[in-house]
């Protein structure tokens, strides 16, 4: 019974209690317990671990003989498990080029086929003016997809009208 009433039932109660002894906060003393509850758990799975725990936890993972092969394969397995995960997650998350872009890039592989490639530090307006010089008859043509295409891209009033109209510039621009 004493046990259970704990320090301050044996002190008088003149005497100060340090807090963490007093009785009389239900909250602090259920904390206190759950804290030596967790610090149990701990040394039992922790600091307790040893080749017999280390045993019967590979054996509740289907591993009657934990030989090194074994765990070497499962490590293996695993890994490939998660790094399958991991590439399936990035890939699923990998954006496609938007609709705008495709035909912007479809229009730089026309131009790079007749020889003038796009740098990558160069901007659409600076590609356009540049092709426009390269190819004069082909100059209004340039100009117009890279009209649309940076209206598209940049600019605050797109509509599917114009997209309709690159998609056809672009699918009827030839070198």
């Not at 799975?45 to 090194?68: A, I, K, T």
Request: hydrophobic share 45%; net charge positive; charged share 25%.
């Amino acid at each position: 019974m004493r046990v259970e009433s704990g320090v301050a039932a044996a002190v008088p109660e003149s005497d100060p209690l340090p807090l963490m002894a007093r009785t009389t906060f239900y909250w602090l003393r259920d904390m206190r317990y759950n804290w030596d509850a967790l610090a149990n758990k701990w040394n039992q799975l922790v600091l307790g671990y040893n080749p017999e725990r280390q045993r019967e936890f590979l054996s509740g993972l289907g591993m009657s003989e934990p030989g090194w092969e074994n765990m070497a394969l499962t490590l293996f397995w695993g890994v490939g498990a998660l790094l399958a995960l991991l590439t399936a997650w990035l890939l699923r998350r990998m954006r496609t080029a938007d609709p705008v872009q495709r035909l912007w890039l479809k229009f730089c592989a026309k131009l790079r086929s007749s020889g003038c490639t796009r740098a990558p530090h160069e901007g659409p307006a600076d590609f356009v003016e540049r092709t426009a010089a390269r190819f004069p008859s082909k100059a209004e043509g340039i100009r117009a997809i890279g009209a649309r295409y940076i209206a598209l891209r940049y600019g605050e009033h797109a509509d599917a009208r114009m997209l309709a109209e690159l998609r056809h510039l672009v699918r009827e621009f030839g070198i």
